[in-house]
């Protein structure tokens, strides 16, 4: 009696607990239901619904908020929007394009792992039923969202700021656009630096050993080897990594310089330890990936980087009117401190991405009920002028940006506010994610020992890089 | 809460009903639902069924888990047709019981070393096994590819879970149902009754005859056979496995769906997944914004609270609630224990 008691007590508890999740379900359901009708009787032609993917916990979660303003901003500026709060994730309201309502239906947060960002997708997708999505942020994650662009050809994505080559290269999901360069790309214009400036023959490279940072590198690699350029030693030390001691052994005397692509805390570490190892950082014999200007880092090391090179997408020295407006425009919506990132690559990345999705969902008159017409409107859609401040960006055939990258140097701070300044010295034009064919659908993905470093023809931009002063001006 | 040695009868009507109600759920709930929360919460409840198993009837808390079930997911993604990896486009099933021979065997021979310690010792000695594991994966490139192992091939049995969810979820549910009456049917053998044994007295059962290691490492090796299911239905449901899926803080996660549910009955283990799931899912837009403390982005501070709230209030997790109020119900009437008595004495 006792065991039958305790079995119908437990069915009771267990049938309460089912019952429990089957009326989240409901909810769920009656809830999605509710904001549709509502705002379909404000506009009387529908609503578009746009899904926000970005991280909030993991490495990158400190960018979810500037990521969110890049966003935003767009929206405010070519989409009639208003902020709906201080903070960037708060929203925005009134936002119409080619006369239809836009909402976005909530901030997604992964937290730079494939399989979080895949469920905050389908969290967006399938349960918020938004149309169309804006992300992922981090290289593993936007290979994965790629992959579920290819599974749901109905729908439409439009990369964040991933910068991982095979989203685009490999994958080649026909619905998923990416409106910046990727890794390899931001290293553009480094190799020839280094070998035509700088004389190096020989260079070693150190960085992360995950997939962003092989991409990264593979841009210099691909560029230094190609002019003729030999890379002898690759250094790889785990994500996370706190001490490089035994990373910075390793890197051999008998090379003429140092391509170093650790990110974020890590290369604070980094510069720090390398600065008791060896005394001094040689930047003369050193260039930087995109994070060396990253202004988090200027400000905790930055006077041992002062004589570096890095290269990327933005400038922040720039003294283009539309890059001055882009910044103002930042800042009237958010302040100082948000517009304060607006040349981070991560602001700028959402800011451009956007701002092509509300130039295609213009172009096929906010319909999108046959997505197939809004995917051939964006593979078509070019940015210009305040759409893309830092330079003019077209789609390759994989849907992937052909766009200008900024040679930069670290130099002494010249504005009082003792952190050392970026200045940009060079344009390389048009950089497209091939290099000239070291990259391809049938190479291997950048990994430890891809590319190869073999002499070749050099990519189009080396020897046509601009040069550029934005302090004389 | 002490572990109890369990002899008594399987709760048969309790199952039924539980089963009978998943398998209607389809027809109540919206695909989304059945994906994300019930498909995810079965497997989920696999994997922490696993450790469970280990925890309720061998005393040992073992956070190999996420390891053990990382070992059958990478085996199984490079064993079939996929984008990264090796990808040797074995037959699906065939890559099935590959993974989870992998699995079972590398949970032996590290079961072997690990049951030689207890306590505070086993509980490093399996979470250094799970990292060890996790950066295997991140360094090997081969075989955990460039950002993972994407686009994994699935049986044909399961058809194309994008365009109908159903397949996967009854697959899902029949094998989380097999793995519940195969783990508590063995925990009432007299390997499962000699496995009790050891855990409340290894010096008595030394004693007794019984060959304590050798019973501690087979019972780590079934638990990881269980953990190789869940780690390839991980990868049908995913389709997808990166280094990503199995780091320290999924570990963590397999802990904690494992505490919340009840770490001392198995049932708990899909408890605990169903409200992991369903916290992981929905907090995302219900949790308030309270200053910068709690909101919408804070989801593992919630998890975080629940878990301490269970730990605090009840160390027998959700299930072990219900224990709770079902002894102080029976102490207020106590003619139900006189009847029990009597209908047992016919």
Redesign the interface.
């Known amino acids: 009696m006792l065991k039958g008691h305790r079995s119908w007590a437990l069915v009771g508890v267990v049938a309460a607990l089912a019952l429990v999740g089957a009326g989240c379900g409901d909810d769920e359901e009656d809830s999605g239901g509710g904001g549709t009708s509502s705002s379909e009787e404000s506009s009387g032609g529908g609503t578009i619904k746009i899904g926000f993917l970005s991280d909030c916990e993991g490495a990158f979660g400190s960018f979810f908020e500037p990521t969110i303003s890049g966003a935003n901003t767009a929206l405010i500026k070519f989409a009639g929007a208003k902020p709906a709060g201080e903070k960037p994730s708060d929203g925005v309201t009134g936002a119409k394009i080619a006369g239809k309502d836009v909402e976005i239906v909530s901030y997604g947060c992964a937290d730079d792992t494939a399989d979080k960002a895949i469920e905050e997708t389908r969290r967006l997708m399938e349960q918020e039923d938004a149309d169309v999505m804006i992300g992922p942020l981090s290289g593993d994650e936007g290979i994965a969202v790629a992959n579920y662009a290819k599974e749901h050809p109905d729908q439409t994505f439009v990369n964040g700021i991933a910068g991982a080559q095979d989203a685009t290269l490999k994958v080649q999901a026909p619905n998923f656009f990416r409106f910046h360069p990727d890794g390899a790309q931001w290293s553009a214009g480094l190799g020839d630096y280094a070998y035509n400036d700088l004389g190096w023959k020989t260079a070693a490279i150190i960085g992360d050993d995950y997939s962003f940072p092989y991409t990264s590198l593979s841009g210099f690699v691909a560029e230094f080897c190609a002019i003729g350029g030999n890379v002898s030693k690759r250094i790889w030390a785990p994500l996370g990594e706190e001490d490089y001691s035994s990373y910075i052994s390793q890197i051999p005397d008998n090379v003429d310089g140092l391509y170093v692509g650790i990110g974020g805390a890590g290369l604070i570490n980094f510069v720090k330890q390398y600065q008791e190892q060896k005394g001094r950082v040689d930047t003369e014999r050193m260039l930087g990936n995109v994070f060396w200007d990253d202004p988090l880092v200027l400000k905790e090391v930055g006077k041992s980087l002062v004589g570096g090179a890095t290269a990327a997408m933005t400038a922040a020295d720039s003294d283009e009117p539309a890059v001055k407006t882009y910044l103002k425009d930042l800042e009237d919506a958010y302040g100082k401190e948000i517009a304060g990132l607006g040349p981070s690559v991560f602001t700028y990345g959402y800011y451009t991405g956007m701002t092509a999705l509300i130039k295609g969902l213009e172009a096929v008159n906010g319909d999108v009920s046959d997505q197939k017409k809004l995917q051939e409107a964006l593979a078509g859609v070019t940015l210009s002028g305040e759409e893309a401040p830092w330079g003019d960006v077209k789609l390759d055939d994989n849907r992937q940006a052909i766009s200008d990258v900024y040679v930069k140097k670290i130099v002494k701070d010249a504005n009082g506010d003792g952190v050392p300044d970026v200045q940009t010295f060079r344009r390389i034009p048009e950089v497209d994610q091939t290099f000239n064919g070291v990259f391809s659908p049938d190479t291997p993905a950048p990994d430890r020992t891809n590319p190869k470093c073999v002499k070749g023809e050099p990519p189009p931009w080396v020897g046509n890089a601009e040069e550029v002063d934005f302090s004389s001006k | 809460m002490n572990p109890t040695v369990s002899t ?2 399987l ?4 199952l039924a ?2 089963v009978l ?2 398998a209607l ?1 389809p027809l ?6 059945l ?4 498909t995810k919460a079965l497997w989920l409840g696999v994997a922490a069924a696993s450790l469970i198993f280990l925890a309720a009837y061998g005393g040992m808390v073992s956070l190999a888990q996420v390891g053990l079930y990382g070992v059958a997911g990478m085996t199984y993604a490079n064993l079939v047709l996929a ?1 990264g990896g090796s990808a040797a486009a074995w037959n699906p099933w065939l890559a099935l019981i590959g993974a989870l021979v992998v699995a079972t065997l590398v949970g032996l021979g590290f079961g072997w070393i690990a049951a030689r310690s207890e306590g505070i010792y086993f509980l490093m000695i399996t979470l250094a096994f799970s990292v060890l594991v996790f ?1 295997f994966f ?2 090997v ?1 081969t075989l955990s590819g ?3 192992v ?2 994994v091939q699935l049986p044909g049995l399961l058809g194309s879970p ?1 365009e109908d969810p159903l397949p996967r979820y009854f697959v899902t549910l029949v094998v989380a149902v097999g793995v519940f009456l195969l783990l508590s049917g063995l925990s009432r053998t007299a390997f499962g009754l000699g496995l009790q044994g050891v855990r409340d007295e290894p010096a008595r059962m030394r004693a007794l005859g019984f060959d304590v290691t050798l019973h501690r490492t087979l019972a780590f090796g079934i638990a990881a056979f269980i953990a190789g299911v869940a780690g390839v239905l991980s990868v049908w449901y ?1 389709r ?1 496995i ?1 280094p ?2 199995i ?1 320290l ?1 999924q570990t963590i996660d397999i802990l904690i769906i494992a505490v919340i549910g009840g770490l001392y009955r198995l ?1 708990g283990a899909w ?1 605990g997944a ?1 409200a992991y799931a ?1 916290i ?3 907090s ?2 219900w949790v308030p914004e309270v200053g910068s403390v709690l909101g ?2 804070r ?2 501070t919630l998890i975080g609270v629940v878990f301490l709230v269970i730990v605090l209030l009840s160390p027998g997790g959700i299930v072990g609630i ?1 224990d709770g109020v ?1 002894a102080s119900l029976r102490e207020r009437r106590p003619s ?2 006189g ?6 004495g016919t």
């Open positions: 008594g009868r709760a048969w009507p309790v009903v539980v109600l998943a759920a109540i709930v919206e695909d989304f639902f994906n994300v929360i019930l984008d950066y991140s360094q490139t460039f950002g993972g994407n686009n994008e995913n997808r990166t990503g899926s780091n803080a049932e408890v169903l369903l992981d899912n929905y995302r837009e919408p982005a989801f593992n219900w079902r139900i224990r009847g029990g008595a009597s209908v047992e």
